[in-house]
């Protein structure tokens, strides 16, 4: 019953711009902290972003001055603004709700960079 619905991927040149939404379902969205991983073919999965229940936010350094995450408890939706984008950003980019104890993730959305 749970569910975590990303969007808004897509192809980007370097230095453009997309914005991941990731529509949540099922579960108490805002007593979870909610992340945005990455995983690209032979690499690790790494955390992009986490945004606490409280509003606080923290980011991997890779990202750290392009990337914003914010979220709307009132649509049950978290986002992920993406700036001055690189061709290393291109990866699977996978909406995670986290509380601690239990987490749920989505299917994943495709960001491709490339000119």
């Known amino acids: 019953q749970v569910q975590l619905v990303e969007s808004g991927g897509g192809l980007a040149q370097p230095g453009g711009s997309l914005r991941l939404s990731c529509a949540a379902s099922?579960?108490?969205?805002?007593?979870?902290?909610m992340r945005w991983y990455r995983q690209a073919p032979g690499k690790e999965r790494e955390r992009v972003a986490i945004?606490?229940?409280?509003?606080?936010?923290d980011y991997a350094d890779s990202v750290k001055g392009r990337f914003t995450i914010s979220r709307d408890n009132a649509k049950n939706t978290v986002f992920l603004q993406m700036n001055n984008l690189k061709p290393e950003d291109k990866a699977i980019y996978y909406c995670?709700?986290?509380?601690?104890?239990?987490?749920?993730w989505g299917q994943g959305t495709q960001v491709t960079v490339s000119s």
């Open positions: 945004i606490f229940a409280g509003g606080g936010t």
């Open positions: 099922g579960f108490v969205f805002s007593a979870y902290a």
């Open positions: 995670n709700a986290w509380s601690g104890l239990a987490g749920y």
